[in-house]
């Protein structure tokens, strides 16, 4: 055992192959947990510093590390087992419409499968068993057997997160997994992401676009401005001197919810 954080980035920067640079120089300490929220205007580098973190995105500089392991630039085998470790939702939930909510989060016990099997019983026991146990932790196992795109779309993101917890990860990553519901449907999907922080200690990095909700949610919040981190701390330390810094003339515009 070490005392290295789960997560820990040090200098780390992107430039897209055409050229652009979406992030510079950033530094971040996760630990398990923790609820780290990622804030910022569009194009700042929220999407980018959180996909470089499971290496969706390969950073061109600094260093990534993984429970004490350097993970910035680890293939094959070892990537895909860091992928397990820490998982991924989005905004868009990435469900298989036609397939039952339980197949769906089935899936994610999956490393690599060519096919996947669409009748339940096909499955390992195991694997049925654990699938349930995800969907009562999002509070949706009567809607296991449910096609997929007859739930709502916070039902739908909750299958998301209960698939990602099929790999066990001890970090999950999220990308505005919020950003198209409303309001209320928000607070659910990130009450139960906030379950899964505070009874599973599973550290969880999410870019909220509403300052409200990274303020309620976030134990740790990181704003991000042209590709650096401006700023750090607990989410009542973003004062209204710091909310300009950070969303500056277009501070206006933020809608706060
Ligand atoms: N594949 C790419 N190639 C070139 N530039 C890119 C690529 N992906 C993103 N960018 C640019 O990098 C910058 C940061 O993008 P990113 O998606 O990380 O921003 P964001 O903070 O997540 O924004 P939003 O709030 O709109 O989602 C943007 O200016 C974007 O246009
Ligand atoms: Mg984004």
């Keep these: 055992m070490s005392d290295a954080p789960l997560i820990r980035v040090r200098g780390l920067g992107k430039v897209y192959p055409n050229g652009y640079r979406a992030l510079t120089g950033i530094d971040l300490d996760v630990e398990a947990g923790e609820f780290v929220v990622v804030i910022g205007l569009s194009g700042s580098g929220k999407s980018t510093l959180v996909r470089c973190l499971n290496r969706l995105i390969d950073p061109t500089e600094g260093t ?30 990435n469900l298989v419409n036609r397939a039952t909510v339980l197949v769906n989060v089935l899936t994610g016990a999956l490393e690599r499968q060519a096919t996947i099997p669409s009748l339940v019983g096909l499955w390992r026991r195991a694997d049925r068993e654990a699938a349930m146990e995800a969907l009562r932790l999002v509070g949706l196992e009567d809607r296991a057997l449910y096609r997929a795109d007859a739930l709502s779309g916070g039902e739908q993101q909750r299958v998301a997160i209960a698939r990602a917890l099929m790999q066990r990860p001890r970090a999950l990553l999220a990308d505005e997994p919020v950003a198209s519901l409303d309001p209320a449907t928000s607070h659910s999907v990130l009450d139960y992401l906030r379950e899964l922080q505070t009874k599973q200690g599973t550290a969880i990095v999410a870019n909220l676009h509403f300052l409200s909700l990274a303020r309620e949610y976030g134990t740790r919040v990181i704003a991000l401005k042209d590709g650096r981190k401006m700023f750090e701390g607990a989410p009542t330390d973003i004062t209204d001197e710091v909310f300009q810094r950070i969303y500056g003339d277009e501070a206006k515009q933020v809608e706060i919810r």
Excluded at 64 to 93: K, N, P, S
């Design 64 to 93: 990534i590390e993984f429970a004490g392991r350097d993970v910035t630039t680890v293939r094959g085998a070892e990537l895909r087992a860091l992928r397990r470790e820490v998982a991924m939702v989005f905004q868009q939930f």
